[in-house]
Structure formats: C-alpha cells, structure tokens
C-alpha cells in the first residue's frame, strides 16, 4: 500500500497532494489534510504564546517566570496570574508589604493552610498567617483588615471547611468581601471543586484560580512564590 508523504512533505498544496503516491485524485480537502494536521499536533511540540517552545500543548511559561525554572503552568493559568503579577509590580517601591495574605477557614489551621503557609515561607515569601499574626485577645477583625492593607495579593484557600463557614457566615466570608473589592483574590481550591464552590459563592467562583486537583500542593506554593518575586532591576525601576 502507498504511503501518505504528508509527514515529510507536508499538503499545503493541492499539487503536493497530487505527487503523493497514496492522496493524488483526492480532493483538496479530502482525507490528506487530515493526516498532515494529525501528524503535526502528534509528533510536534506546541509553542508558548511568550515564543518559547513548551512540552504539551497545556504548557506555558509566563514572562515572570525565572531562568531555569522548572515550573509549568497552563495556558489559563498564565492568563489568570498576568493581572496579579501587573498589581506586584507596581508595588514594587513598597518593601513594607507583605507578599500574601493566606484567608482560610479555622479548621484548616493546622493542615492544608499551615501547609501551604510553611511551603510559601520555605521559597522566601512573606505570608500574613493569623495563625502567626493576630496575638491573643487582640481584635481579629481589625487585625484582618490591617493584614489585608498590609499586602500585595490574597489567596483564598477554598476547602470543604472553608465553604461550610462560608455558610455560615463565619470570620472567613467578611475577609472574602474585602478581598473580593479589592479584586485581589486568588482561590487556591483544596480538597473541592469549583462545582461545589458555586453553590456556595457565585462571587468567588467566577474568579480563575488554581488547585490542587490539577497541582501538587509544593506546586502551587511554586507558582505562587514566582508571581510574587521581583528581579532587582523591577524593585530598583
């Protein structure tokens, strides 16, 4: 049987179709074309919309991200990140900021949020944790809002805990209607799915974030850690 040439040919051209011994007599945009269009998205690497070559066609690397990083994000991701990353700079000549706000629910305090907390620390970001943050008897609100002044981003660790306060009411929906005006949020979901979160918080929900069922949590805090670390040449500009 005659072999299709488009792999090494390629029919963009009725009159390469027409020299390939198994496509010639067929129509322009018969069966040919298929098999060149398959073998291009199979047997090639996709490029980035930065220009660089990526390793699936779900892979993309953002202008922020460091020479020799290892980090791969998704096309959505990068469009996601680019308005926090805009927000960072621009904050640049404000050394005094933290670099995030974590919000999350009570319970989490000791799992998933100290978890994430301990993973963004450990790549040298600075984290506003109350945990860590709020001393003892001092107002939790108050301290909330000066925390939430006091940085350049806010991510919301969405969790099964996190949407029953949400329910409720709690500690946890007043600092997402402050980060939510301020249009600073990043959901980070954990342990749900954004389905779920709809029903909770619309609102929070039409917000693109990341999460752990697509990320290992350490890839996460590398993202993260990335969107928010300025090159000294940005710091000094």
Known sequence: MAQCTAPSRGHRTSSAAAACPACRGRSRYGSYSNNYNSYRSDSYPSYSSSGGSSLSSRSARPRWSQVGSSVLYTPAEVQTLTPFRETVEKQANKPDLRDIFLCHAWDDRGGAAKELHDLLESRGVSVW?????VALGTPLLREIDRGLAKSRVGIVLVTPALLRRIQAQGIADKELSVLLARDQLIPIVHGTTYEALREISPM???????STGENLMA???AKLAELVTLEDEVRNS
């Open 129 to 133: 944790f109350s945990e860590k943050d």
């Open 204 to 210: 929070l929900a039409s917000r693109s974030g990341l």
């Open 219 to 221: 890839d996460v805090a």
